[in-house]
């Protein structure tokens, strides 16, 4: 797609060229989406396509059959009209509809921060989500069959809460939670896994680990308990002292 043509598309659909880095944060790695993830997605728009084809050429052989047996005029009129209109819709959406899928590959932005990591995807809907690395609990890789035939996969992060989805949470799509995220059709899902997983493990040996860790919690929120053989030596140590005093008041009160 040209640059003009690129540019005049996200200003009509007013798409920001890039997001932001979190806030707070700096910029460590900006990953995007192989492409073989467009090809995929290419594949299965012509497939759609073919479909759609495939439902005009049987509407226009009904069309024609049922033309055969009526004789109101208005009624030829009607059909033929109708179909003429699909044919012409389907011609219309084919351009807009394919530079659409390019823009969702080209628009597509994996940021990595050196405290969070934040995802935007989507053209007419668009989507971000920003986990911040204390939080991540869980990385994994998926891959479908026709992934693996194209050497791409999904990198999966997700965060306290997440579940296994199961709604539609915060704007991101049907069966997705908000607690979880993805890096879609990455070539390289390890890299990016073991760069998730080394600023998750820099956070929590600086102290800021996952909230929800009981052990950290404990630690964090109650002073330690020293053990008993101090406390003992410290209640003998003021019961001396104690004696002492009151050894030197009653020497003192003698003198006098």
Same mark, same amino acid.
């Given at each position: 797609?040209?640059?003009? /043509?690129?540019r /005049?598309?996200?200003?009509f659909?007013?798409?920001p060229? +890039? ?10 790695r900006?990953?995007?989406a !192989? ?6 997605k ?5 497939? &759609?396509? #073919? ?8 509407g226009l ?7 055969? =047996? ?15 209109? !699909? ?6 959406q084919?351009p ?7 823009l ?9 921060? =050196? ?10 809907s ?9 939080n991540i609990?869980q990385?994994?890789?998926?891959q479908?069959?026709l992934?693996r #035939? ?6 999966? %992060?997700?965060?306290a ?5 199961? &709604? ?9 939670s ?8 990455? =070539? ?7 760069? %998730?997983? +080394? ?5 929590r040996?600086?102290?800021?680990? =996952? ?19 101090d406390?003992r !030596? !410290?209640?003998? +140590? #003021?019961?001396? +002292?104690?004696r002492?005093?009151r ?5 003192g009160?003698? /003198?006098?």
């Open positions: 797609m040209p640059d003009s /043509w690129k /005049w598309l996200l200003r659909l007013r798409v060229p +890039e997001p932001k880095a979190p806030e707070g944060g700096r910029v460590i900006v990953f995007r !192989a492409p073989n993830y467009f090809r995929m290419l594949v299965l728009w012509v497939l &759609g396509q #073919l479909a759609a084809i495939a439902g005009l050429v049987g052989l009904f069309i024609s059959t049922v033309l055969n =047996d009526v004789s109101n005029s208005w009624v030829r009129f009607g059909l033929t009209a109708a179909e003429v209109i !699909a044919w012409l819709g389907f011609l219309t084919l807009f509809s394919l530079a659409l899928l390019w969702d590959f080209d628009m597509r932005w994996y940021i990595l921060s =050196d405290r969070s990591l934040r995802i935007r995807e989507g053209i007419l668009v989507r971000e989500k920003t986990l911040t690395f204390a609990q990385i994994s890789i998926r479908n069959p992934q #035939l194209l050497g791409i996969s999904d990198v999966q %992060v997700s965060t809460g997440g579940g296994s989805g199961g &709604g539609q949470h915060g704007g991101g799509k049907v069966g997705e908000m607690h979880e995220a993805y890096f879609r059709g990455v =070539d390289n899902a390890e890299e990016i896994r073991n760069a %998730v997983k +080394e600023r998750v493990r820099l956070h040996d600086s102290g800021l680990g =996952d909230p929800d860790e009981p052990a950290l919690l404990a630690e964090a929120s109650y002073p330690a308990v020293p053990p008993a053989s406390v !030596a !410290a209640a003998l +140590e #003021l019961r001396h +002292e104690i002492e005093l050894r030197s008041l009653t020497s009160l003698r /003198w006098h």
